[in-house]
C-alpha cells in the first residue's frame, strides 16, 4: 500500500434524529442518521411512518382507510 494517502481513522460519535448517540469508526468527521436501532421499527415493534408532505394521509383519505387497518 501507498504511504501517506488513506485518510486517517478516528472513533467518532454518531447521533440519531431521536437523540441516540452511539461511538462508532469512521473517516468522517461526524455523522448523523435519520434512524437508529433505537427508533427503527424492527427494533422497537412499534409502527412509525416516516411521511414526507402528507403522502399517507392523502392515500388513506383516497381510500376511505385509517391507520388502524379499518
Known amino acids: 500500500m ?3 494517502i488513506h ?4 472513533i467518532i ?3 440519531c434524529a431521536c437523540g441516540n448517540k452511539v461511538e462508532i469508526g469512521s473517516v468522517l468527521p ?3 442518521v435519520e434512524i437508529c436501532s ?3 421499527p424492527f427494533f422497537t415493534g412499534k409502527q412509525k411512518l416516516v411521511d414526507t408532505a402528507g403522502r399517507v ?3 388513506l383519505k383516497k381510500y376511505g382507510r ?3 387497518g379499518k
Open 2 to 4: 501507498k504511504q501517506d
Open 7 to 10: 485518510p486517517a481513522y478516528q
Open 13 to 15: 460519535e454518531a447521533q
Open 30 to 32: 461526524a455523522m448523523s
Open 38 to 40: 433505537a427508533c427503527h
Open 57 to 59: 394521509e392523502k392515500f
Open 66 to 68: 385509517t391507520l388502524d
